[in-house]
């Protein structure tokens, strides 16, 4: 069995920067492969940025060159460096271990203008 724990989410000023984590527990292959996703109210879950198996990244594009997505390769942390949020950001931010299929619970990130 593997969990996911999210952290880092909060609420920021328009332009602010924050970080999450997600922290996985268990099945280390579980860390191979991982994404990050967001759901804001009303709206479906959305695909926001993923690190597959080979190191490569990739990003949705309203996000990018303001996200960065990386992972801690010896604990399998996954991490989302949020820059220049706006408030269209505001959202609960998940994060996803694609091979395994297990989500986290989510951690809400809220922006203000």
């Known amino acids: 069995q593997v969990q996911l724990v999210e952290s880092g989410g909060g609420s920021v000023q328009a332009g602010g920067s924050l970080r999450l984590s997600c922290a996985v527990f268990?099945?280390?292959?579980?860390?191979?492969?991982m994404s990050w996703h967001r759901q804001a109210p009303g709206k479906e879950r959305e695909f926001v940025s993923g690190?597959?198996?080979?190191?490569?990244?990739s990003y949705t594009d309203s996000v990018k060159g303001r996200f960065t997505i990386s992972q801690d390769n010896t604990k399998g942390t996954l991490y989302l460096q949020m820059n220049s949020l706006k408030p269209e950001d505001t959202a609960m931010y998940y994060c996803?271990?694609?091979?395994?299929?297990?989500w986290g619970q989510g951690t809400q990130v809220t922006v203000s203008s």
């Open positions: 690190i597959p198996r080979d190191g490569s990244t």
């Open positions: 268990g099945y280390t292959s579980c860390t191979y492969g």
């Open positions: 996803k271990s694609d091979t395994c299929g297990s």
